[in-house]
């Protein structure tokens, strides 16, 4: 991906947090640069994304998110239908938000 000009982000979701959705936004925030302030939340990170997706000359970025367990598989899905769905939400609000976003999943399936 850096060879096509990406910034590559890699987090890692700790195995068994207590609350993963907040230890998956807490890592991401961190990762990615974003202000802590309201951090684990998603109004936060929403508000955060929205500054990544309007930077201007920037390159386009690719977010590898590992450690995240599809063991209970519907919560699995709604942790990254979230994430992704925001993310959407965020760069159809505003023109302004044309940057390339693209997140990779990393999970054991077995």
Do not use: C
């Not at 959407?88 to 023109?95: C, F, Q």
């Amino acid at each position: 991906m850096t060879g096509r000009g990406f910034r590559v982000v890699e987090a890692e979701v700790s195995p068994n947090p207590e609350d993963v959705e907040s230890a998956l936004l807490v890592e991401l925030t961190r990762k990615l640069g974003f202000s802590e302030l309201g951090v684990g939340g998603w109004a936060a990170f929403g508000d955060r994304l929205w500054d990544l997706l309007t930077a201007k000359a920037e390159p386009p970025v690719a977010i590898v998110v590992a450690g995240l367990t599809p063991g209970r598989l519907h919560a699995f899905v709604r942790r990254v239908h979230n994430v992704l769905s925001l993310t959407e939400a965020v760069g159809l609000s505003d023109d302004r938000a044309d940057r390339q976003v693209e997140y990779f999943f990393l999970a054991d399936w077995e």
